[in-house]
């Protein structure tokens, strides 16, 4: 297990700075210039665009400015200045993470509770009406996109029934966030009923089900030990996955309920050409998926015991 480990953050390190590098080049090859930016339809003279861009390093190598971002992280972890407000990057993460991370959590227990719920009930009733009804449920909700089920959320249990507050203040209340973490989590909520019903499904008729039943189990191993461990691997898959996808997609749902977190800030550095900020977002957002996806990895072997790791 331990050189698993070891070998698997060997190879984090190149992922790491191929899909930084990428996404650098990416940001910095958007038109426009963000300086010239700074001063609208009013312009500013060369000179005075000239000595920002120096000050900012943007008149370098684009490989230079690759490197000096990079090496400011891994040394000093410092991921720049905004353009627009000059302030460090990493105050600006700091105010949107713990907003985005709070909506996410909410949005994840949401899918895992509900969306395991009506997979296992969808599964161990297969055929019959039960699982008829959360297919339905399930595609139904993959056919509605995340902003017409926002605006449906906000439109009948904020306007009408006033059950919400439309949008979410800037205390971030833990009772505001509810209504757009399940707008969040309810994409991935019907994939992870679907998934969990056609993996339990598909269990249920294997040689070792059938084995257990004869050597005279009860029920609740069979199901809680044999059926739900072999069921759940690719369910804790796409649940891994999963956590990036909530934190960096949270776009839409952040722009309907006024949600002042990294889905937010996304759309204000790519509209504002900050390219410090986004690529810093999106650099966190690459340490989650390795970190969440090395973990991931290490749950298959408490689930399936016939895996080993050399």
């Avoid at 691997?233 to 749902?253: E, N, Q, R, S, Y």
Wanted: charged content about 15%; overall charge positive; cysteine-free.
């Amino acid at each position: 297990m331990g050189r698993y480990v070891a070998r698997r953050l060997l190879q984090m390190i190149p992922v790491f700075f191929g899909t930084t590098l990428l996404i650098f080049l990416m940001v910095y090859s958007l038109p426009g210039d963000p300086v010239a930016g700074l001063f609208g339809d009013k312009g500013a003279s060369p000179a005075t665009i000239a000595e920002i861009r120096h000050k900012l390093g943007l008149d370098q190598p684009i490989l230079k400015q690759y490197w000096d971002y990079i090496s400011g992280i891994l040394f000093h972890f410092d991921f720049g200045t905004q353009i627009r407000n000059d302030r460090p990057v990493t105050e600006v993460l700091g105010d949107a993470f713990p907003v985005t991370i709070q909506l996410a959590a909410l949005a994840f227990a949401f899918e895992l509770v509900f969306g395991l719920g009506l997979g296992i009930i969808a599964g161990l009733r297969a055929g019959r009406m039960a699982d008829n009804a959360i297919l339905i449920f399930t595609l139904l909700i993959i056919s509605i996109p995340v902003f017409v089920l926002g605006f449906l959320i906000k439109m009948v249990f904020a306007f009408q029934l006033e059950w919400i507050a439309p949008n979410v203040s800037n205390q971030q209340l833990l009772s505001e966030m509810i209504a757009p973490a399940i707008v969040l989590g309810g994409l991935s909520l019907a994939y992870v009923a679907r998934l969990t019903r056609t993996s339990m499904a598909e269990n249920l008729r294997a040689d070792y089900m059938r084995t257990a039943v004869a050597k005279g189990l009860p029920k609740r191993r069979i199901i809680g030990v044999h059926l739900m461990r072999n069921s759940m691997i690719p369910v804790v898959t796409f649940l891994g996955t999963d956590i990036g996808a909530l934190m960096g997609g949270a776009v839409v749902t952040e722009g309907i309920f006024n949600v002042k977190g990294v889905g937010g800030l996304i759309y204000e550095s790519i509209s504002r050409r900050e390219g410090s900020t986004l690529v810093g977002l999106v650099t966190v957002l690459v340490v989650v998926y390795l970190i969440t996806s090395l973990l991931i990895d290490l749950l298959y072997a408490v689930l399936d015991p016939r895996i080993r790791y050399a």
